[in-house]
């Protein structure tokens, strides 16, 4: 089993700038991909990131490529999305999540209870 916790939701203006942390315990990560998502009111839950433990090889959204970085440090365990020049767009809860292998996806295995990302305009 692997727990996931996320933090560091919140409200912030247009343009401005919010880090999440995902923090994992009960398995060693070195074989695990960990991704970040995320899912809008009335939308289905989307790709925004994902990093792969052993390697750190990323991968981004095309509407967050640019404006995002999603990193780990290995002796925290936790996984972080810097966001960067936050739009309305945005706004949604945010998850972490983590599944055995290269890739991490909607069906991943592992998920966190949510960190509400909010943009006003």
């Known amino acids: 089993q692997v727990q996931l916790v996320e933090s560091g939701g919140g409200l912030v203006q247009t343009g401005g700038s919010l880090r999440l942390s995902c923090a994992a315990s009960?398995?060693?990560?070195?074989?695990?991909?960990m991704g970040w998502f995320r899912q809008a009111p009335g939308k289905e839950r989307e790709f925004v990131a994902a990093?792969?433990?052993?390697?750190?090889?990323?991968l981004y959204a095309a509407d967050v490529k640019g404006r995002f970085t999603i990193s780990r440090d290995n002796g925290k365990n936790t996984v972080y999305l810097q966001m960067n020049s936050l739009k309305p767009e945005d706004t949604a809860v945010y998850y972490c999540?983590?599944?055995?292998?290269?890739?991490?996806?909607?069906?991943?295995?592992?998920w966190g209870q949510g960190t509400q990302v909010t943009v006003s305009s």
């Open positions: 990093i792969r433990w052993s390697g750190g090889i990323t």
């Open positions: 009960g398995r060693t990560l070195s074989n695990y991909a």
């Open positions: 999540a983590a599944d055995w292998g290269v890739v991490v996806s909607t069906a991943a295995r592992y």
